[in-house]
T-cell receptor, first 117, second 112 residues
Framework: DTGVSQDPRHKITKRGQNVTFRCDPISEHNRLYWYRQTLGQGPEFLTY????????KSRLLSDRFSAERPKGSFSTLEIQRTEQGDSAMYLC???????????????FGSGTQLSVL | DQQVKQNSPSLSVQEGRISILNCDYTNSMFDYFLWYKKYPAEGPTFLISISSIKDKNEDGRFTVFLNKSAKHLSLHIVPSQPGDSAVYFC???????????FGQGTTLQVKP
């Protein structure tokens, strides 16, 4: 499978706990994005990496959220002291440079569904 | 500030007929638009795109139309099939980073 892979698919946690999600992008893709999607809404941008550099973060990414892409390959998204409002699907996407040149879009993984009890 | 809007939360059509999904945007700087399809518990899948230098792009049963003066785009699916039942999102990149701004989505149901 050469698509974007996310782990775990589902995570149930108690309020106040820390959680970490992993994303493995398509191997040659240098751009990696994290999005969050809640019911009835479209995906909302969280953060963007080009290789290992985190170049943009959304206002949605509070101090409790941190993302890394240490070697420019896989990425992790950590949420500290989870709150019930963090319950959502967390999506990872990747692309090789500007996708408009290829006439394609971002390639998304299947997401991690987080439930905070 | 919702820069990309899909004002119809749902649409139901009969198999074989045309499905038309609509999307409006407010940012005149957007120059590339995409449609994604999403099944439950899966990530969005890219469907079709259009550059602002065109007003139409076709790929099989899917055609996207862009009206820049009205800041409006639409996705036509002809003929509609039950397997097309999903949530459809329109999106636009807000910068050269490729960061996508998504609409709220329209749930399409195609009845056999």
């Amino acid at each position: 499978d050469t698509g974007v892979s996310q782990d775990p698919r589902h995570k149930i946690t108690k309020r106040g706990q820390n959680v970490t999600f992993r994303c493995d992008p398509i191997s040659e893709h240098n751009r990696l994005y994290w999005y969050r999607q809640t019911l009835g809404q479209g995906p909302e941008f969280l953060t963007y990496f080009q290789n290992e550099a985190q170049l943009e973060k959304s206002r949605l990414l509070s101090d409790r959220f941190s993302a890394e892409r240490p070697k420019g390959s896989f990425s992790t998204l950590e949420i500290q002291r989870t709150e019930q409002g963090d319950s959502a699907m967390y999506l990872c996407a990747s692309s090789l440079g500007w996708f408009g040149q290829a006439g394609t879009g971002l390639f998304f993984g299947s997401g991690t569904q987080l439930s905070v009890l | 500030d919702q820069q990309v809007k899909q004002n119809s939360p749902s649409l139901s059509v009969q198999e074989g007929r045309i499905s038309i999904l609509n999307c409006d945007y407010t940012n005149s700087m957007f120059d590339y638009f995409l449609w994604y399809k999403k099944y439950p518990a899966e990530g969005p899948t890219f469907l079709i795109s259009i550059s602002s230098i065109k007003d139409k792009n076709e790929d099989g049963r899917f055609t996207v139309f862009l009206n820049k003066s009205a800041k409006h785009l639409s996705l036509h699916i002809v003929p509609s099939q039950p397997g097309d039942s999903a949530v459809y999102f329109c999106a636009a990149p807000s910068s050269n980073t490729g960061k996508l701004i998504f609409g709220q989505g329209t749930t399409l149901q195609v009845k056999p």
